[in-house]
């Protein structure tokens, strides 16, 4: 179909119909993360966060309730119908695959930005989105577990375990004195610098010390290492 022929949604094909729709489904992921970037802006990380939750929640439901009945699924306690039908294995698979696809969608960016303006810009950016991605994903887990807003080094080990990175690389703890822990990356197909941001996120007196990460000499078992001790109340 010549697209220039268009002049309303009425006039495209079937195709383009189609690919419009998912069109709109992106403008909605891209609208949704600009209100919360303005929002941090404006009230900063921690107000932005509790808004995101309660946004988040009402949105949600408003989206899925529309979506069921275009799409003809049904939905249980929240959740799509069609997702609890598929086994526990068959659920695992697609978390590994949504991962995976989270992870290639960093180096996209990264690449994309590279390849236009540099290597020094595409890593200025890297950084800064981790610096906000960190808490966000942080915060969200905590939701996700009913974690406390100080659930300690405890907490930490079980939040550590539902990154998305989690379902990626291979991880493991080290038991040290009953305030600090070591967290091993022993298969890593993505170096993360940003632990500090996310610790202090599930409890603010967590302090982060980074034992070895990239390019750093490292032993046979770990590509990074990172010692969490928790401090006195901030």
């Known amino acids: 179909?010549?697209?220039?022929?268009?002049?309303?949604?009425?006039?495209?094909?079937?195709?383009?119909?189609?690919?419009?729709?998912?069109?709109?489904?992106?403008?909605?992921?891209?609208?949704?993360?600009?209100?919360?970037?303005?929002?941090?802006?404006?009230?900063?990380?921690e107000k932005a966060l509790d808004i995101l939750k309660k946004a988040s929640e009402r949105s949600y439901g408003i989206q899925m309730k529309r979506l069921s009945k275009a799409l003809g699924f049904e939905m249980k306690d929240g959740i799509p119908l069609p997702l609890l039908d598929k086994s526990k294995e068959s659920l695992m698979e697609l978390m590994d695959r949504v991962a995976v696809n989270w992870l290639a969608n960093d180096g996209v960016w990264f690449q994309a930005v590279e390849f236009t303006h540099g290597m020094n810009d595409a890593k200025r950016c890297n950084d800064s989105c981790w610096a906000q991605f960190?808490?966000?994903?942080?915060?969200?887990?905590?939701?996700?577990?009913?974690?406390?807003?100080?659930?300690?080094?405890?907490?930490?080990?079980?939040?550590?375990?539902?990154?998305?990175?989690a379902c990626i690389n291979t991880?493991?703890?080290?038991?040290?004195?009953?305030?600090?822990?070591?967290?091993?990356?022993?298969?890593?197909?993505?170096?993360?610098?940003?632990y500090t941001y996310f610790a202090e996120?599930?409890?603010?007196?967590?302090?982060?010390?980074?034992?070895?990460?990239?390019?750093?000499?490292?032993?046979?078992?770990?590509?990074?290492?990172?010692?969490f001790t928790l401090g006195p109340q901030k």
């Open 1 to 45: 179909m010549d697209l220039n022929k268009a002049e309303k949604i009425e006039d495209l094909d079937h195709e383009h119909t189609a690919r419009l729709v998912l069109d709109m489904f992106h403008r909605i992921i891209i609208h949704y993360a600009l209100w919360f970037n303005e929002v941090k802006h404006q009230m900063g990380m």
């Open 134 to 165: 960190s808490p966000f994903e942080a915060q969200a887990i905590k939701n996700f577990l009913n974690l406390s807003e100080t659930p300690g080094l405890e907490g930490l080990k079980k939040a550590l375990n539902f990154r998305v990175y």
């Open 201 to 227: 996120a599930i409890d603010p007196r967590i302090q982060t010390q980074c034992i070895g990460c990239p390019p750093d000499d490292h032993p046979e078992e770990w590509f990074c290492a990172w010692r």
């Open 171 to 194: 991880q493991s703890i080290v038991e040290e004195e009953s305030d600090s822990f070591i967290f091993q990356m022993n298969e890593c197909r993505v170096q993360l610098v940003e």
